[in-house]
């Protein structure tokens, strides 16, 4: 099909309709073929958007073709069985706005991965780094991004983009102007990292971790592991994998590597990485040596130690100065939510310290934060507020039973549980001298708003001067609503609480 195009689109027709085995609905000849921009949310497609509406268990992304057509998008994929079933409205649509490409393909979701895979292919120069694990994948991903836009210009993961779907429209991001691209890679389901790895391709890749995030899914931490090690499928001998040395699927996932491997993780320290560990600040974060260079990690906690020591490494390998790391590591804030520590004064008018680390959690974080505020030296209180920890299928009980039992040996003056599963788990805290317990058990979201607010009410009444305040949970029990019902300033009004 011969088709004039006066300006360069992201893919040209005819590689669209290769990648993704499609058929362009009705002749288009001597309309322009365009798009710089790929939405599957129609609530952000613009003009000149390539819109792929995809199809969950609970929505269908075609029901918003026609909206999404007259914002702009000049590129919208259709399953053929979608059109099959509906040919008036796509032939209407098609035929009213001629310069929209509607494109039948046999599944919008592969369509969209195998277009983004055949983009990335225009970058054959691009070096190309890849991040997964059940933890500290975020953080670890925004550390190797500060490192290496020391000396690179660098495309990266905004967000958590990380998914079947938002690793490729992650990818669209890169220009011809970009020399390194830093891919997030999550998983909740089997073979989705094999799927989007497919589309990277990546030279270099990191694990954090194998814990038990989304082993409800997958059932075992070995299924797990099955699936990250993955990651590495692409890299040939000139690339690395990058592997936790700690792990104890280590050796597991060191199989069949074709490239170099590089160990990383506490402890692990010799004078091939150059890595030495110094000395912990508690909240002020630690301190290690990489080749000599002494460099300050402000965010504390051994987890995150580890995420830098695998963060170096990927930028020693990338030829940045151990100077260029320094200062890149030492000027490294987390992304809002992810284990950010901050003095705030309650509108009680008493000040404390924060640890707001409610973006996300599973076991390992859990205990991760627990452990880090229970070794931490406060002349006040420490309270800590948990929600539930999600999608952890049926070995949730035993793992949120497991937190709880922690909880009743540690130090804590005053513990807070919010949610079904931590509700249960309760039973596990006995009767301690002095320490104070509240439980929500929440069923529903009204439930679990009322209990937010309660909780926020509670803190007011018990916090004292200087107490240390930890906010623990999966990121739908929006815990973070607590503190601003909590600070200063009448934020309920502001935010629009009840």
């Known amino acids: 099909m011969n088709v004039k195009s006066e300006k360069k689109s992201l893919l040209s027709l005819e590689s669209v309709l290769s990648a993704t085995g499609g058929k362009v609905l009705h002749d288009k000849k001597g309309c322009s073929f365009y798009f710089d921009d790929v939405q599957t949310d129609s609530r952000n497609v613009r003009k000149n958007s390539l819109f792929v509406p995809l199809v969950g268990n609970f929505q269908d992304g075609h029901k918003f073709v026609s909206e999404s057509v007259k914002k702009g998008a000049g590129v919208v994929f259709i399953n053929r069985s979608e059109y099959e079933k509906n040919p008036q409205v796509y032939d209407k649509i098609s035929l009213e706005n001629e310069n929209v490409f509607i494109i039948l393909v046999e599944n919008t979701l592969y369509a969209l991965q195998n277009a983004a895979e055949c983009y990335v292919g225009q970058f054959p120069s691009l070096i190309k780094v890849a991040v997964t694990g059940s933890s500290g994948k975020t953080t670890t991903k925004e550390m190797i991004v500060s490192i290496l836009k020391q000396k690179y210009n660098v495309v990266y993961t905004q967000g958590n983009f990380n998914s079947e779907t938002g690793l490729p429209l992650s990818v669209f991001k890169i220009r011809k102007e970009h020399e390194v691209g830093v891919f997030e890679m999550g998983m909740n389901r089997e073979n989705e990292i094999q799927e989007i790895s497919k589309v990277l391709k990546p030279n270099f890749a990191v694990i954090t971790n194998i814990g038990t995030a989304h082993i409800g899914i997958l059932k075992s931490r070995e299924n797990i592991a099955r699936e990250k090690r993955k990651i590495f499928d692409y890299i040939d001998e000139n690339g690395t994998a990058f592997i936790p040395y700690n792990d104890d699927f280590k050796d597991f996932l060191s199989e069949n590597v074709k490239g170099k491997i590089e160990y990383f993780g506490f402890g692990y320290e010799n004078s091939a990485n150059g890595i030495k560990f110094l000395r912990d600040r508690n909240l002020g974060g630690t301190d290690f040596l990489l080749n000599g260079t002494e460099i300050n990690l402000k965010i504390p906690g051994k987890y995150n130690l580890e995420d830098a020591f695998a963060a170096c490494l990927v930028g020693k390998t990338l030829g ?168 200063k300033n009448d934020l309920e009004e502001k935010h629009g609480l009840v």
């Open 320 to 487: 940045v100065s151990e100077c260029k790391i320094k200062n890149a590591l030492e000027n490294f804030s987390n992304q809002s939510s992810r284990m950010e520590i901050f003095d705030l004064q309650l509108s009680s008018g008493k000040s404390v310290k924060i640890i707001k680390d409610c973006y996300n959690a599973n076991f390992e974080s859990m205990m991760s934060v627990l452990n880090l505020v229970e070794k931490t030296s406060v002349s006040s209180r420490k309270i800590c507020v948990l929600g539930d920890m999600l999608e952890l299928g049926e070995k949730s009980e035993e793992i949120h039973r497991k937190i709880a039992r922690y909880l009743d040996a540690s130090c804590f003056d005053f513990v807070i549980l919010i949610g079904k599963m931590m509700a249960l788990s309760s039973e596990e805290i006995s009767e301690k001298s002095g320490r104070k317990l509240l439980v929500f058990n929440c069923s529903d979201e009204k439930s679990l708003s009322q209990a937010r607010k309660n909780a926020a009410e509670e803190i007011l009444k018990y916090a004292e001067k200087d107490d240390l305040i930890l906010f623990k949970g999966s990121r739908a029990m929006q815990l973070e609503e607590i503190l601003l019902r909590i600070e």
